[in-house]
């Protein structure tokens, strides 16, 4: 079993991101800028969003929180999209999701510019990802992609089982395992909550992405030998630590990782290829590399 390391692998990207930057700054462009908008006090929302802070400094680009409290109006949201879209110094940002229950998130992300729009949720970064165009890619589906390509993992002709259907996770990265390319040529199946009988299908699985928000839901005698894991859930479990809690991903990693030829961990698996992807579409937005 090799783990994929998640951790060493975005820090080496990350380490990329920031040479390229310093080359920028050197030819006297500015440093590329990432805003994110987080709209109430939600803990796993601030915890995420300080961490992309945290990254943003670490590659070298400036950033910035607009903090808005949990009864911001959906105009009020409106107009600071709508600024933050004709602000020439951000190059890209995101709305941290969820939104409170008063606010259309659609609404929202339709609002954004597809061209700043770095979390790739935007109709159109989606349309044109669906279509093998150039876009920005959300990033846990990019990231995914990205540590499958750097371990080098064969993905043509596999069957890949994606447990979930989310907009931000399922549909995207078993969008993106279909198309002619690599990683890629993969023959998806994606399961969700009205799946008959689940382990029929992981149990065939070559390569098996765990997105349901399920703790430890993928257990030992649901796959095969040989399988590639790739655990995307993040559930905080309430514990007795300093913390409070600690993080359980969908597989249930004792029993999996024996059985598999690659696995990822949690914490330190996609998590920080999610956020090094943003890095990377917000340099993209940055270099006005979009051919759109
Ligand atoms: P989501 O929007 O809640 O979607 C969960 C999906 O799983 C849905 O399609 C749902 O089916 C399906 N599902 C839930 N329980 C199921 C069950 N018992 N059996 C079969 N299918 C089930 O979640 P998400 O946003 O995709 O996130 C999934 C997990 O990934 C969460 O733990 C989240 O925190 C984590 N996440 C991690 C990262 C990262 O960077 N590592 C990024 C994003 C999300 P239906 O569609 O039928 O309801």
Do not use: W
Request: hydrophobic share 40%.
């Amino acid at each position: 079993m090799i783990l994929l390391d998640g951790k060493a692998t975005a820090a080496a990207i990350k380490a990329q991101i920031a040479a390229e930057v310093e080359q920028m700054v050197a030819s006297g462009r500015k440093r590329p800028h990432l805003t994110a908008i987080l709209v109430g006090e939600d803990g796993a929302s601030k915890t995420y969003v300080a961490n992309k802070e945290k990254a943003c400094a670490a590659a070298g680009f400036t950033s910035e929180v607009v903090r808005m409290p949990a009864d911001t109006t959906e105009e009020r949201l409106l107009q600071e999209v709508a600024r933050l879209n004709a602000d020439p110094d951000v190059d890209g940002f995101i709305v941290q999701l969820p939104l409170p229950g008063h606010i259309n998130e659609s609404r929202v992300i339709e609002a954004i510019d597809p061209r700043k729009d770095v979390d790739g949720f935007h109709p159109e970064n989606v349309g044109r990802m669906v279509l093998g165009l150039d876009s920005f890619v959300s990033a846990t589906p990019y990231g995914i992609v990205a540590l499958l390509d750097h371990y080098g993992i064969e993905t043509k002709g596999k069957h890949c089982v994606v447990l979930g259907r989310s907009n931000i996770v399922g549909r995207p990265i078993a969008n993106l395992l279909s198309q002619k390319a690599q990683p890629g040529d993969c023959t998806v199946t994606i399961c969700h909550s009205r799946t008959k009988d689940i382990a029929s299908y992981t149990r065939e699985a070559d390569i098996i992405i765990a997105a349901l928000g399920v703790p430890e839901f993928l257990k030992g005698d649901m796959v095969k030998d040989g399988v590639v894991v790739v655990d995307v859930g993040i559930t905080r479990v309430a514990d007795s630590s300093e913390k409070g809690y600690h993080l359980v991903g969908d597989v249930a990693f004792d029993e999996v990782a024996p059985k598999s030829s690659y696995i990822t961990p949690v914490p330190g698996g996609v998590g920080p290829m999610t956020i090094v992807s943003l890095l990377k579409n917000t340099l993209k937005a940055a270099s006005k590399l979009l051919s759109y």
